[in-house]
């Protein structure tokens, strides 16, 4: 037995000889280095503050025209009551296409829950339906409210924007409907969901930064 067990210690390495090997301490420090340069690859990669694909800017540039077009139908719709001689019914008609485009804001902007689950807005295809039903309203009242300052400084100005942003409002509803018929809420539901991702995967991995876990 004595024998048996010098020739092992003379044959062989015990586990306290092979954590001290320097060679097997290099290639252990070697893997640990890969394994935190493979975590700060895929920290550069998901960002800080993940971009917007180009598809993305997009829907949020016609999102932020809409808003301009709502906002300025509201004005004009204002302005009208100025120009116009408003008989009451043409009054309410006006009202409510002012509370129509302030719904459009709200609906533009989700800032309310039940402008956000109504059955009409939600969907591009009704929602640009309602979009041109009110533009047309806005340019039917441009057209037949009689008027008492026809000779008014600025008038023509006024009338041509009324005009104008109603026609904006009808071109608008016609692209939300085109969009719609083309699927393309789907891909802008696909694309927003994409970016909520990748912003919550970069909050977990910059609160995981912050515990200290990167070197």
Same mark, same amino acid.
């Given at each position: 037995?004595? #024998?048996?067990?010098? #020739?092992?210690?003379?044959?062989?390495?015990?586990?306290?000889?092979?954590?001290?090997? %320097?060679?097997?301490?290099? /290639?252990?420090?070697?893997?640990?280095?890969?394994?935190?340069?493979?975590?700060?690859? !895929?920290?550069? =990669?998901?960002?800080?503050? %993940?971009? =917007?694909?180009?598809?993305?800017?997009?829907?949020? $540039? @016609?999102? +932020?025209?809409? &808003?301009? *077009? *709502?906002?300025?139908?509201?004005?004009?719709?204002?302005?009208?009551?100025?120009?116009?001689?408003?008989? %009451? $019914?043409?009054? &309410?008609?006006?009202?409510?296409? &002012? $509370?129509?485009?302030?719904?459009?804001?709200?609906?533009?902007?989700? /800032?309310?829950?039940? @402008?956000? !689950?109504?059955? @009409?807005?939600? $969907? /591009?295809?009704?929602?640009?339906? +309602?979009?041109? +039903?009110?533009?047309?309203?806005?340019?039917?009242?441009?057209?037949?409210? *009689?008027? #008492?300052?026809?000779?008014? %400084?600025?008038?023509?100005?006024?009338?041509?924007? @009324?005009?104008?942003?109603a026609y904006i409002m009808v071109g608008f509803g016609c692209l939300y409907f085109g969009m719609g018929m083309l699927c393309l809420q789907v891909l802008r539901n696909r694309v927003v969901a994409d970016y909520i991702q990748r912003c919550s995967d970069a909050k977990a991995v910059q609160k995981f930064a912050n515990e200290g876990s990167i070197a």
């Amino acid at each position: 037995m004595t #024998e048996q067990h010098e #020739e092992s210690n003379g044959t062989g390495r015990s586990k306290s000889d092979d954590n001290d090997d %320097p060679t097997l301490q290099k /290639w252990s420090e070697m893997e640990e280095q890969n394994e935190k340069q493979s975590f700060r690859d !895929d920290f550069s =990669r998901l960002k800080m503050a %993940p971009q =917007r694909t180009c598809l993305h800017h997009l829907f949020d $540039l @016609i999102t +932020f025209f809409m &808003v301009m *077009a *709502a906002l300025l139908m509201m004005s004009g719709q204002i302005a009208g009551l100025y120009y116009y001689e408003i008989d %009451p $019914l043409s009054g &309410v008609t006006r009202c409510y296409v &002012v $509370l129509m485009c302030f719904i459009i804001l709200l609906n533009e902007l989700e /800032w309310t829950q039940f @402008i956000r !689950d109504s059955a @009409i807005l939600r $969907l /591009w295809i009704t929602r640009g339906m +309602f979009y041109s +039903f009110v533009g047309v309203l806005g340019l039917e009242e441009n057209e037949s409210t *009689a008027t #008492e300052h026809a000779g008014t %400084p600025g008038y023509q100005q006024a009338m041509n924007f @009324i005009m104008v942003v109603a026609y904006i409002m009808v071109g608008f509803g016609c692209l939300y409907f085109g969009m719609g018929m083309l699927c393309l809420q789907v891909l802008r539901n696909r694309v927003v969901a994409d970016y909520i991702q990748r912003c919550s995967d970069a909050k977990a991995v910059q609160k995981f930064a912050n515990e200290g876990s990167i070197a």
